[in-house]
């Protein structure tokens, strides 16, 4: 037998599962943690010619700005989708052990 919590969570998870496993919720959901990933190398790349004289000398000669935007776009999304796909594959988990354990205490009880 599932207790509250579970049978919420099996309720709920029939419900969305399939509207999150779309991969525009997936994308629009995972962005913020996306964006913790492409911070910091934002943050070290123009902070470098404050610490590291010869890096910026290599940046302002071989990096494109479009390069580098198209770079940062890349790593928001790949980080964002992954993030949100791996959340739905643990969710996705746990519904079905839940499911196996409810059908399997069912069939104990008669």
Known sequence: ??????????????????????????????IPIGLYFALPILIILFTGRFWFKRADMLINTMLSPFVLVVAIFMIVVFVA??????????????????????????????
């Not at 309720?11 to 969305?16: G, I, L, P």
């Not at 989708?81 to 104990?108: C, G, I, P, T």
């Open 81 to 110: 989708v992954f993030y949100k796909r791996h959340q739905w594959d643990m969710k996705e988990q746990q519904y079905l052990e839940l499911k196996s354990k409810d059908s399997r205490n069912q069939a104990e009880q008669q």
């Open 1 to 30: 037998m599932l207790n509250k919590r579970e049978q919420e969570f099996v309720t709920y998870w029939e419900a969305n599962r399939l509207r999150q496993k779309r991969l525009d919720v997936q994308l629009l959901a995972g």
